[in-house]
Protein backbone atom coordinates (compact mmCIF):
# COMPACT_ATOMS: atom_id res chain seq x y z
CA UNK A 1 0.00 0.00 0.00
CA UNK A 2 0.84 2.94 -0.86
CA UNK A 3 2.56 6.18 2.05
CA UNK A 4 0.82 9.33 1.20
CA UNK A 5 1.53 10.78 4.12
CA UNK A 6 4.26 12.81 3.54
CA UNK A 7 1.31 14.80 1.86
CA UNK A 8 -0.25 17.01 4.26
CA UNK A 9 -3.16 17.18 1.91
CA UNK A 10 -3.83 13.80 3.16
CA UNK A 11 -4.85 15.08 6.07
CA UNK A 12 -7.51 17.11 5.32
CA UNK A 13 -8.65 14.96 2.69
CA UNK A 14 -7.93 11.34 3.85
CA UNK A 15 -7.07 8.46 1.02
CA UNK A 16 -9.52 5.92 0.91
CA UNK A 17 -7.19 4.60 -1.75
CA UNK A 18 -4.16 5.01 -1.21
CA UNK A 19 -2.58 3.63 -4.20
CA UNK A 20 -4.71 4.99 -6.67
CA UNK A 21 -4.09 8.50 -8.01
CA UNK A 22 -5.57 11.33 -5.70
CA UNK A 23 -7.62 14.46 -7.47
CA UNK A 24 -8.26 17.78 -5.70
CA UNK A 25 -10.68 19.33 -7.92
CA UNK A 26 -14.06 21.50 -8.43
CA UNK A 27 -16.23 20.77 -11.56
CA UNK A 28 -14.86 23.83 -12.79
CA UNK A 29 -13.59 25.17 -16.56
CA UNK A 30 -10.06 24.15 -15.08
CA UNK A 31 -10.88 21.32 -12.77
CA UNK A 32 -12.82 19.14 -15.46
CA UNK A 33 -9.42 19.14 -17.65
CA UNK A 34 -7.95 16.93 -15.02
CA UNK A 35 -11.22 14.62 -14.50
CA UNK A 36 -12.06 13.83 -17.95
CA UNK A 37 -8.83 13.38 -19.19
CA UNK A 38 -8.72 10.99 -16.04
CA UNK A 39 -11.79 9.25 -17.40
CA UNK A 40 -10.80 9.42 -21.01
CA UNK A 41 -7.27 7.63 -20.20
CA UNK A 42 -8.84 4.91 -17.39
CA UNK A 43 -6.29 6.14 -14.91
CA UNK A 44 -7.82 4.65 -11.46
CA UNK A 45 -8.35 7.68 -8.78
CA UNK A 46 -9.97 8.84 -6.13
CA UNK A 47 -11.65 12.46 -6.40
CA UNK A 48 -11.61 14.96 -3.34
CA UNK A 49 -14.21 17.70 -3.54
CA UNK A 50 -12.39 20.63 -2.71
CA UNK A 51 -15.22 23.47 -1.83
CA UNK A 52 -13.77 27.14 -3.53
CA UNK A 53 -16.81 28.37 -2.22
CA UNK A 54 -15.45 28.30 1.01
CA UNK A 55 -11.74 29.17 0.14
CA UNK A 56 -10.74 25.52 1.09
CA UNK A 57 -8.13 25.94 -1.05
CA UNK A 58 -6.23 28.54 0.45
CA UNK A 59 -6.04 26.41 3.51
CA UNK A 60 -2.30 25.25 4.96
CA UNK A 61 -3.03 21.45 3.68
CA UNK A 62 -4.33 22.50 -0.23
CA UNK A 63 -1.33 25.18 0.08
CA UNK A 64 1.41 22.67 0.70
CA UNK A 65 0.21 20.58 -2.45
CA UNK A 66 0.01 23.39 -4.54
CA UNK A 67 1.25 27.41 -3.71
CA UNK A 68 -1.29 29.11 -6.04
CA UNK A 69 -4.41 27.82 -4.21
CA UNK A 70 -6.23 26.82 -7.40
CA UNK A 71 -7.65 23.85 -8.22
CA UNK A 72 -6.57 21.23 -9.95
CA UNK A 73 -4.32 19.44 -8.08
CA UNK A 74 -3.25 15.39 -7.79
CA UNK A 75 -0.98 13.43 -6.10
CA UNK A 76 0.26 9.93 -8.19
CA UNK A 77 0.99 7.96 -6.00
CA UNK A 78 3.22 5.92 -8.77
CA UNK A 79 5.17 8.75 -10.45
CA UNK A 80 8.42 8.75 -11.43
CA UNK A 81 10.77 6.23 -10.77
CA UNK A 82 7.84 4.37 -8.85
CA UNK A 83 7.87 7.58 -6.08
CA UNK A 84 4.68 9.59 -4.98
CA UNK A 85 4.59 13.04 -6.78
CA UNK A 86 2.30 16.00 -6.48
CA UNK A 87 0.96 18.38 -9.05
CA UNK A 88 -0.72 21.55 -9.81
CA UNK A 89 -1.51 23.58 -12.75
CA UNK A 90 -3.87 21.99 -15.17
CA UNK A 91 -1.94 22.54 -18.44
CA UNK A 92 0.85 20.50 -16.72
CA UNK A 93 -1.57 17.66 -15.63
CA UNK A 94 -3.03 17.22 -18.86
CA UNK A 95 0.94 16.51 -19.92
CA UNK A 96 1.95 14.66 -17.09
CA UNK A 97 -1.34 12.06 -17.35
CA UNK A 98 -0.97 11.93 -21.55
CA UNK A 99 3.10 11.07 -21.00
CA UNK A 100 2.03 8.39 -18.21
CA UNK A 101 0.22 6.38 -20.28
CA UNK A 102 0.73 7.37 -24.02
CA UNK A 103 -2.79 8.93 -24.56
CA UNK A 104 -4.28 12.12 -26.22
CA UNK A 105 -0.37 13.17 -26.83
CA UNK A 106 0.71 12.28 -30.22
CA UNK A 107 4.25 10.26 -30.09
CA UNK A 108 5.12 12.27 -33.00
CA UNK A 109 7.32 15.03 -32.15
CA UNK A 110 5.71 17.65 -34.35
CA UNK A 111 2.34 16.99 -33.65
CA UNK A 112 3.12 16.52 -29.95
CA UNK A 113 4.78 20.23 -29.90
CA UNK A 114 1.76 21.56 -32.03
CA UNK A 115 -0.67 20.18 -29.35
CA UNK A 116 1.47 21.09 -26.36
CA UNK A 117 1.02 25.08 -28.11
CA UNK A 118 -2.44 24.78 -28.16
CA UNK A 119 -2.85 23.65 -24.46
CA UNK A 120 -0.73 26.91 -23.83
CA UNK A 121 -2.91 28.79 -25.54
CA UNK A 122 -5.93 27.99 -23.89
CA UNK A 123 -4.00 28.71 -20.32
CA UNK A 124 -2.59 31.82 -21.51
CA UNK A 125 -5.55 33.51 -23.28
CA UNK A 126 -8.48 31.41 -23.20
CA UNK A 127 -8.82 31.06 -19.45
CA UNK A 128 -8.05 34.42 -18.45
CA UNK A 129 -9.94 35.84 -21.15
CA UNK A 130 -13.06 33.79 -20.65
CA UNK A 131 -13.06 34.18 -16.65
CA UNK A 132 -12.38 38.14 -17.36
CA UNK A 133 -15.82 38.16 -19.31
CA UNK A 134 -17.53 36.22 -16.54
CA UNK A 135 -16.72 37.95 -13.37
CA UNK A 136 -17.70 41.20 -15.33
CA UNK A 137 -20.91 39.57 -16.82
CA UNK A 138 -22.26 37.38 -14.57
CA UNK A 139 -20.64 38.15 -11.17
CA UNK A 140 -19.27 41.30 -9.07
CA UNK A 141 -17.98 42.86 -11.81
CA UNK A 142 -21.67 43.40 -13.16
CA UNK A 143 -22.10 45.96 -11.33
CA UNK A 144 -19.51 48.25 -12.00
CA UNK A 145 -20.69 51.45 -13.78
CA UNK A 146 -17.56 51.62 -15.72
CA UNK A 147 -18.67 48.62 -18.89
CA UNK A 148 -15.33 49.37 -20.59
CA UNK A 149 -13.49 46.25 -18.63
CA UNK A 150 -16.24 44.39 -19.75
CA UNK A 151 -16.38 45.14 -23.33
CA UNK A 152 -12.51 44.82 -23.71
CA UNK A 153 -12.42 41.25 -22.49
CA UNK A 154 -15.73 40.84 -24.38
CA UNK A 155 -13.60 42.00 -27.78
CA UNK A 156 -10.52 39.66 -26.93
CA UNK A 157 -12.86 37.05 -26.28
CA UNK A 158 -14.43 37.27 -30.02
CA UNK A 159 -10.62 37.36 -31.43
CA UNK A 160 -9.80 33.81 -29.50
CA UNK A 161 -12.77 32.66 -30.51
CA UNK A 162 -11.97 33.19 -34.32
CA UNK A 163 -9.02 32.39 -33.56
CA UNK A 164 -11.06 28.77 -33.20
CA UNK A 165 -13.11 29.03 -35.43
CA UNK A 166 -10.46 29.61 -38.23
CA UNK A 167 -8.55 26.85 -37.16
CA UNK A 168 -11.74 24.30 -37.15
CA UNK A 169 -12.80 25.00 -40.58
CA UNK A 170 -10.89 22.16 -42.10
CA UNK A 171 -10.86 20.22 -39.27
CA UNK A 172 -13.02 17.94 -36.49
CA UNK A 173 -10.65 17.92 -33.72
CA UNK A 174 -7.98 21.01 -32.59
CA UNK A 175 -4.95 18.95 -33.71
CA UNK A 176 -4.22 16.67 -36.59
CA UNK A 177 -7.17 14.37 -37.13
CA UNK A 178 -7.59 12.91 -33.24
CA UNK A 179 -9.21 14.55 -30.03
CA UNK A 180 -6.80 15.02 -27.56
CA UNK A 181 -5.27 17.25 -24.84
CA UNK A 182 -5.55 20.26 -26.76
CA UNK A 183 -9.42 20.07 -26.99
CA UNK A 184 -10.05 18.97 -23.49
CA UNK A 185 -8.30 22.02 -22.13
CA UNK A 186 -10.43 24.08 -24.57
CA UNK A 187 -13.68 22.41 -24.31
CA UNK A 188 -14.72 23.68 -20.59
CA UNK A 189 -13.91 27.29 -20.83
CA UNK A 190 -16.06 27.52 -24.16
CA UNK A 191 -18.95 25.41 -22.71
CA UNK A 192 -18.87 28.11 -19.49
CA UNK A 193 -18.33 30.82 -21.63
CA UNK A 194 -21.54 30.41 -23.53
CA UNK A 195 -23.32 28.27 -20.67
CA UNK A 196 -22.90 29.27 -17.08
CA UNK A 197 -21.55 32.29 -17.82
CA UNK A 198 -24.20 33.03 -20.75
CA UNK A 199 -22.19 35.22 -22.63
CA UNK A 200 -23.11 33.81 -25.75
CA UNK A 201 -24.63 36.79 -27.41
CA UNK A 202 -21.96 38.99 -25.88
CA UNK A 203 -19.18 37.37 -28.04
CA UNK A 204 -21.24 36.33 -31.01
CA UNK A 205 -21.88 32.67 -30.39
CA UNK A 206 -24.59 31.68 -32.63
CA UNK A 207 -22.28 33.79 -35.71
CA UNK A 208 -19.76 30.87 -35.66
CA UNK A 209 -19.99 27.81 -37.35
CA UNK A 210 -16.89 24.88 -36.73
CA UNK A 211 -16.55 26.36 -33.01
CA UNK A 212 -19.91 25.03 -32.02
CA UNK A 213 -20.01 22.21 -33.84
CA UNK A 214 -16.45 20.83 -32.11
CA UNK A 215 -18.06 21.75 -28.88
CA UNK A 216 -20.66 18.88 -29.77
CA UNK A 217 -18.56 16.72 -30.51
CA UNK A 218 -16.47 16.54 -27.60
CA UNK A 219 -20.22 16.95 -25.07
CA UNK A 220 -20.84 14.10 -26.76
CA UNK A 221 -18.03 12.19 -25.55
CA UNK A 222 -18.83 9.40 -22.76
CA UNK A 223 -15.88 10.12 -20.90
CA UNK A 224 -16.50 13.95 -21.28
CA UNK A 225 -19.97 13.77 -19.68
CA UNK A 226 -18.40 12.08 -16.91
CA UNK A 227 -15.75 14.13 -16.01
CA UNK A 228 -17.97 17.29 -16.29
CA UNK A 229 -19.74 16.28 -12.87
CA UNK A 230 -16.47 15.09 -11.03
CA UNK A 231 -15.75 15.66 -8.35
CA UNK A 232 -19.69 15.99 -6.89
CA UNK A 233 -20.32 19.67 -6.19
CA UNK A 234 -20.62 20.38 -2.50
Same mark, same amino acid.
Given at each position: +?????? *?????? /? ?28 ? $? ?20 ? $? ?20 ? $? ?5 ? $? ?20 ? +? ?11 ? +? *??? %??? *? ?16 ? %? ?7 ? %? ?8 ? /? ?14 ? /? ?45
Amino acid at each position: +MSDLTA *FPITKR /WPAQHPDRLQLYSLPTPNGVKASIMLEEIG $LPYEPHTIDIGKNETFGPEFLS $LNPNGKIPSIIDPNGPNGKPIG $LFESGAI $LIYLAEKTGKLLSSDPALRYET +MAWVFFQMASVGP +M *FGQ %VGF *FHKFAGKDYEDKRPLQRY %VTESKRLLG %VLETRLADRD /WIVGDAYSIADISLLG /WVRNLVGFYGAGDLVDYKALKHVPAWLERCLARPAVQRGLEIPKRP
